[in-house]
């Protein structure tokens, strides 16, 4: 774990306030692995004092990717940096997409659960293993990361509005699936509940919650066990295998 | 940094700055990041006699330069605590300052006999003022007698110094403060969290599942130096002063105001570092202006002969 100011060397706008950063230093979080995420500073980190977590959608030795939509106050001030200006960063934290070695998986994200499967499916599709993506969105107009996954296997895009890919939800479509050994879902807990409790085969579910500290020291991020214990999602997570924790 | 040595009662320290109690968990992430060491001393999360679950989520949120939480006293229980959490400060060789927690007076002693029997713990930090648990706790921390009440017990049970950790939910502080220290306690701390809310704007509700929660950060700087500036006149007690401190000025205001030893809390979720960051900068900056010990700073801001700073 390190806490770095990051170069802002690449900057794109990938969907309508969705923000696509690459990030360059010399000190690149080590270890940075699917599923993982960021703890990144919004400002001078005086009048927004909680870093926003976010999710490492792609990394190597120099650079570090993340994906994200500017929806509040915090996301619009990362938003605003420019290419060339830094960004203090501390990660990576939690624990990530344990990963399969033969057979295939289900990918399933909704909105901005999406950006961790970029980084999965591309260490996935190294491992050998076969990729289905399914990934839903509100409309046309918030679809990303559809031709990158592409690379790496068959996508099913769902928007609720009918405007992109299939219309519905993407519980829905991703239920229509059943030829896959182990699925993968990242999203709202609304979304990963339906999943956990109907897919038969084995899986894992990546969990959001508002977060303090991001390494286990607050206990601000719980959530209960199904077995009556806890979890704390920044430390323990934000990964979990399906059935451990209650949504 | 023989200028920083503090020695408060229970508490030998190398520094006067220690992470504040609820901020640091028991010291195991944050010894994963820095040689825990180098800390003064470590306030610890609050300990009650059964363990507890705490609060709902959302627990905590942000606000205009400060946070709010309602975690909820979450905590494995006090004898847990002693028995599997307290070696990364016990290895550190820096003495724990044990938060002790409780809806009664009973719990608070059970909890505190439990805690003080612990080798690592050098002190007590009895908290009467956590806003975030329905019964108990607060109302200790807004009534003089009560106050005392609990104080006197603890400091029956407890081989140990006693510190009460003050209430800003409070009218008149600084009859809390004489009053526990009549009742026995070596030292106080200052301040917990004052009760907050936020709304959500769109939907008018609440954001934090508990609804209230104590507000901590920059914001509350202000209220706390106020509290120990008034309190710190009125008893011969130290003080661990915390609220809102993020920089080495802000340390120095907190000494001035009348702190003997100050506590970092929020700071540590926005920068994990800051501790080990402040007590050098502190070191610094005393040398900076040839102030030969850290103590000569406690009070400035109202002790008639304070020796100006050219
Ligand atoms: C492990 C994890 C990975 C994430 N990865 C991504 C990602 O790759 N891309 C992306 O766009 N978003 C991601 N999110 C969600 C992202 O953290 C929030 O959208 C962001 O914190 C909102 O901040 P804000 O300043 O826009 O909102 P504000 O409303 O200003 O935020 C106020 C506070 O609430 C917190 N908060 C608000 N919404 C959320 C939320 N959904 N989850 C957690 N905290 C929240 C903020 O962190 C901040 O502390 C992730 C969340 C988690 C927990
Ligand atoms: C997430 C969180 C948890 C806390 N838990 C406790 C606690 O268990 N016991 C306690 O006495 N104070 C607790 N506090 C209060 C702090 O110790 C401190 O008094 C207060 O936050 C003001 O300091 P700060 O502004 O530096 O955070 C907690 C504060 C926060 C932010
Ligand atoms: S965010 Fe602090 S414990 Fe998870």
Redesign the interface.
Same mark, same amino acid.
């Given at each position: #774990?390190i806490?770095e100011k990051l170069k802002l060397a690449k900057k794109e706008e990938v969907a309508a306030n969705v923000y696509k950063f690459t990030l360059e230093g010399s000190h690149i979080p080590p270890r940075c692995s699917p599923g993982r995420f960021l703890h990144v500073?919004a400002g001078d980190?005086?009048? #927004?004092?909680?870093?926003r977590p976010i999710s490492i959608s792609a990394a190597d030795d120099q650079t570090c990717v993340i994906i994200f939509r500017a929806s509040g106050a915090?996301t619009e001030a990362i938003a605003s940096v420019r290419v060339g200006d830094t960004i203090d960063v501390?990660g990576p934290l939690g624990s990530g997409f344990p990963l399969l070695d033969d057979g295939t998986a289900l990918l399933v994200g909704g909105g901005v659960g999406v950006p961790p499967l970029h980084f999965l499916a591309e260490e996935l599709v190294k491992n050998g293993i076969r990729v289905k993506s399914v990934i839903g969105f509100r409309s046309a107009e918030d679809v990303f990361l559809a031709d990158e996954l592409r690379q790496y296997g068959e996508v099913e895009v769902t928007t609720e509005d009918g405007t992109y890919g299939t219309k519905g939800y993407v519980t829905d479509a991703a239920l229509m699936n059943s030829e896959f050994d182990t699925f993968y879902a990242c999203g709202p807990k609304a979304m990963l509940h339906p999943l956990q409790e109907n897919i038969e085969a084995p899986g894992y579910v990546s969990l959001e919650?508002?977060?303090?500290?991001?390494?286990?020291?607050?206990?601000?991020?719980?959530?209960d066990k199904k077995d009556g214990g806890?979890v704390k999602i920044c430390?323990d997570g934000p990964v979990f295998e399906k059935g451990v924790v209650q949504l | 940094m023989s200028r920083l040595k503090t020695k408060l009662p229970g508490l030998d320290m190398k520094n006067p700055v220690m992470p504040a109690s609820?901020?640091?968990?028991f010291g195991?992430?944050?010894a994963?990041?820095y040689d825990l060491s180098v800390l003064g001393a470590a306030a610890v999360?609050a300990a009650t006699p059964e363990p507890r679950?705490?609060n709902p989520?959302?627990?905590?949120?942000?606000t205009?330069?400060?946070?709010l939480?309602a975690?909820g006293l979450?905590n494995p229980g006090a004898k847990a605590i002693r028995e599997e959490h307290l070696g990364h400060c016990g290895k550190a060789g820096i003495p724990v300052l044990a938060n002790i927690a409780g809806t009664s007076i009973d719990d608070y002693c059970e909890a505190a006999a439990v805690m003080a029997a612990a080798q690592e713990v050098g002190a007590l930090e009895l908290n009467i003022s956590c806003p975030n648990v329905k019964e108990g706790g607060i109302q200790f921390g807004n009534d003089p007698q009560l106050a005392a009440e609990v104080t006197r017990a603890v400091c029956e049970v407890s081989a140990k110094p006693v510190y009460v950790k003050l209430s800003p939910n409070t009218g008149d502080i600084a009859a809390i403060a004489t009053s526990v220290e009549k009742a026995g306690a070596s030292g106080l701390s200052m301040i917990n969290t004052l009760i907050g809310m936020r709304l959500d704007t769109e939907t008018g509700r609440p954001v934090l599942a508990n609804k209230t929660g104590g507000l901590s950060?920059?914001a509350v700087k202000p209220v706390a130096i106020r509290m120990i500036y008034e309190v710190s006149q009125r008893t011969d007690l130290p003080i661990i002063g915390m609220g809102g401190i993020s920089s080495v000025e802000d340390i120095i205001d907190f000494l001035s105001a009348g702190a003997s030893a100050v506590a970092v809390g929020?700071?540590?979720?926005?920068?994990?570092?800051i501790c080990p960051e402040l007590i050098g900068e502190l070191d610094e900056w005393l040398e900076k202006r040839q102030i030969s010990h850290v103590s000569e700073l406690t009070g400035r801001s109202w002790k008639s002969c304070s020796v100006p700073l050219s």
């Amino acid at each position: #774990m390190i806490k770095e100011k990051l170069k802002l060397a690449k900057k794109e706008e990938v969907a309508a306030n969705v923000y696509k950063f690459t990030l360059e230093g010399s000190h690149i979080p080590p270890r940075c692995s699917p599923g993982r995420f960021l703890h990144v500073q919004a400002g001078d980190g005086r009048a #927004m004092l909680l870093r926003r977590p976010i999710s490492i959608s792609a990394a190597d030795d120099q650079t570090c990717v993340i994906i994200f939509r500017a929806s509040g106050a915090g996301t619009e001030a990362i938003a605003s940096v420019r290419v060339g200006d830094t960004i203090d960063v501390f990660g990576p934290l939690g624990s990530g997409f344990p990963l399969l070695d033969d057979g295939t998986a289900l990918l399933v994200g909704g909105g901005v659960g999406v950006p961790p499967l970029h980084f999965l499916a591309e260490e996935l599709v190294k491992n050998g293993i076969r990729v289905k993506s399914v990934i839903g969105f509100r409309s046309a107009e918030d679809v990303f990361l559809a031709d990158e996954l592409r690379q790496y296997g068959e996508v099913e895009v769902t928007t609720e509005d009918g405007t992109y890919g299939t219309k519905g939800y993407v519980t829905d479509a991703a239920l229509m699936n059943s030829e896959f050994d182990t699925f993968y879902a990242c999203g709202p807990k609304a979304m990963l509940h339906p999943l956990q409790e109907n897919i038969e085969a084995p899986g894992y579910v990546s969990l959001e919650e508002r977060m303090g500290c991001g390494i286990g020291a607050c206990f601000a991020c719980v959530c209960d066990k199904k077995d009556g214990g806890y979890v704390k999602i920044c430390s323990d997570g934000p990964v979990f295998e399906k059935g451990v924790v209650q949504l | 940094m023989s200028r920083l040595k503090t020695k408060l009662p229970g508490l030998d320290m190398k520094n006067p700055v220690m992470p504040a109690s609820g901020c640091f968990a028991f010291g195991a992430e944050f010894a994963d990041l820095y040689d825990l060491s180098v800390l003064g001393a470590a306030a610890v999360k609050a300990a009650t006699p059964e363990p507890r679950r705490g609060n709902p989520v959302p627990r905590v949120a942000e606000t205009d330069s400060g946070m709010l939480n309602a975690i909820g006293l979450q905590n494995p229980g006090a004898k847990a605590i002693r028995e599997e959490h307290l070696g990364h400060c016990g290895k550190a060789g820096i003495p724990v300052l044990a938060n002790i927690a409780g809806t009664s007076i009973d719990d608070y002693c059970e909890a505190a006999a439990v805690m003080a029997a612990a080798q690592e713990v050098g002190a007590l930090e009895l908290n009467i003022s956590c806003p975030n648990v329905k019964e108990g706790g607060i109302q200790f921390g807004n009534d003089p007698q009560l106050a005392a009440e609990v104080t006197r017990a603890v400091c029956e049970v407890s081989a140990k110094p006693v510190y009460v950790k003050l209430s800003p939910n409070t009218g008149d502080i600084a009859a809390i403060a004489t009053s526990v220290e009549k009742a026995g306690a070596s030292g106080l701390s200052m301040i917990n969290t004052l009760i907050g809310m936020r709304l959500d704007t769109e939907t008018g509700r609440p954001v934090l599942a508990n609804k209230t929660g104590g507000l901590s950060g920059p914001a509350v700087k202000p209220v706390a130096i106020r509290m120990i500036y008034e309190v710190s006149q009125r008893t011969d007690l130290p003080i661990i002063g915390m609220g809102g401190i993020s920089s080495v000025e802000d340390i120095i205001d907190f000494l001035s105001a009348g702190a003997s030893a100050v506590a970092v809390g929020t700071a540590n979720f926005q920068n994990p570092f800051i501790c080990p960051e402040l007590i050098g900068e502190l070191d610094e900056w005393l040398e900076k202006r040839q102030i030969s010990h850290v103590s000569e700073l406690t009070g400035r801001s109202w002790k008639s002969c304070s020796v100006p700073l050219s």
